[in-house]
């Protein structure tokens, strides 16, 4: 015996999280089993069943189920998977969509409603270019196979028209017209095929979303991770030593990313793109932490309750254990 906690995570495979995942970063007092799973499978074993003691968590469910009072998770401010999604919108090129706000009145697919990809976008349609989620024909289901459903129960505003797909795909409805526009976190097979019929709405996505981080401050944030609240109740250490962890695993991933001796990352201008990005975010390009990460988290918990996900407005300081908010210093 060690003494040690035995801990179950569940986590993507991020190069961020590779120190961690091989054991070069321990946590503090535990002996970690990092299993390594899609996404999709996470989020459905974890809010279903409870599976993992630790694991990568949607944003907008976990935010969702808080304002209800399901509180049995915890999070720490560690966010596996940030991503601007102004490239996530997907067009039938033959709609006659050309900008934003031609979205208002379509028929629009989504994987789930709920998924924090599409409450991101939906927040910057409204805010950024006035298009509200009442103003637009939603339909559900799965981009590639029938059948997918939520993995958490909305009880949407009467307002919102949502219609779940269980029998056709969201990318053949996009091809064939059934639905002018997907919002989806992955892009459809008909635009990796290259399909003439499938196109991004904004093709000059990295422009777009560099003007919307200089303006707002916002890199939006879609994972977090999060304990379960029995764990953590018995052993409260255990949040701060996770976070610890995850914090040393990303420093070395950064500082290895940027080492000139050999390319750790197979993109042979790697070093020119870590240096035109630093000049953009600052040193951190993944920052941990609520303070760096505010202005984010307030905006996801305002889009959550605008949109009707969230039954109230959640505080930032409600999301996480209160000794990872507060940080350490030596």
Not at 58 to 73: H, I, N, T, W
Request: hydrophobic residues 40%.
């Amino acid at each position: 015996m060690t003494g040690k906690v035995r801990i179950t995570l569940a986590c993507g495979d991020y190069d961020r999280n590779h120190a961690l995942r091989d054991g070069t970063v321990k946590v503090d007092g535990v002996d970690l089993n990092y299993i390594t799973l899609p996404v999709e499978e996470t989020f459905w074993r974890m809010l279903q069943y409870e599976e993992f003691d630790a694991a990568e968590m949607s944003m907008s469910a976990y935010v969702l189920k808080l304002s209800r009072g399901e509180d049995q998770f915890i999070a720490i401010p560690v966010f596996p998977s940030k991503m601007f999604r102004h490239s996530c919108i997907f067009i039938n090129r033959e709609a006659g969509i050309r900008r934003p706000e031609d979205l208002r009145g379509r028929k629009i697919g989504t994987p789930e409603y709920h998924m924090t990809a599409g409450l991101w976008l939906r927040g910057i349609l409204q805010h950024e270019y006035g298009v509200y989620p009442h103003e637009i024909e939603w339909f559900t289901g799965g981009a590639e196979e029938p059948g997918r459903v939520e993995r958490v129960t909305l009880n949407l505003p009467p307002e919102i028209k949502l219609t779940p797909v269980l029998d056709k795909t969201l990318n053949n409805m996009l091809v064939d017209g059934e639905i002018d526009a997907l919002i989806a976190p992955r892009m459809p097979s008909a635009l990796e095929k290259g399909s003439p019929k499938v196109g991004r709405l904004i093709e000059n996505y990295f422009e777009v979303e560099k003007d919307y981080y200089q303006r707002t401050g916002i890199i939006p944030i879609m994972h977090t991770v999060v304990l379960k609240r029995s764990l953590y109740e018995k052993n409260p250490w255990l949040a701060q030593s996770l976070y610890k962890a995850f914090y040393q695993s990303k420093e070395l991933c950064l500082k290895k990313m940027y080492d000139s001796n050999a390319l750790t990352h197979s993109l042979p201008f790697l070093l020119v793109n870590v240096e035109e990005q630093r000049k953009i975010f600052g040193y951190d390009l993944w920052s941990y932490g609520v303070e760096k990460n505010l202005k984010a988290l307030e905006a996801l918990t305002q889009y959550s309750y605008e949109q009707g996900l969230s039954e109230r407005l959640v505080s930032v300081d409600e999301l996480f254990a209160p000794s990872t908010i507060a940080g350490f210093h030596i």
